[in-house]
């Protein structure tokens, strides 16, 4: 493990040390734990993203306006196919 000194806002600082003293953590398992979050979430979004920008540069994806038509009829056709790939 490496040790990390970091510098919180006055307010989050507060809340850790709520929490910590509500659940019975330790101020450093409550951010240990977020910043785990944060960072696999941050990573999961990114690696959507850069699928996402490969998509569009080979032109593969979906017209804006059949996704808006699809989505519109989701109450009145459940099921209804999602739009073809262009």
């Known amino acids: 493990m490496t040790k990390l000194e970091i510098m919180l806002p006055d307010a989050i600082s507060g809340a850790v040390e709520t ?7 330790s101020q450093e398992d409550i951010i240990t734990r977020a910043v785990v979050a944060y960072v696999d979430g941050r990573a999961r ?13 080979s032109d593969q994806g979906h017209d804006g306006d059949d996704v808006l038509a699809w989505m ?9 196919p999602p739009p073809r790939a262009t």
């Open 72 to 80: 519109e009829r989701w109450g009145d056709e459940p099921g209804a």
């Open 19 to 25: 929490l910590s003293r509500q659940t019975g953590q």
């Open 45 to 57: 979004w990114q690696a959507d993203m850069e699928r996402a920008l490969a998509d569009v540069d």
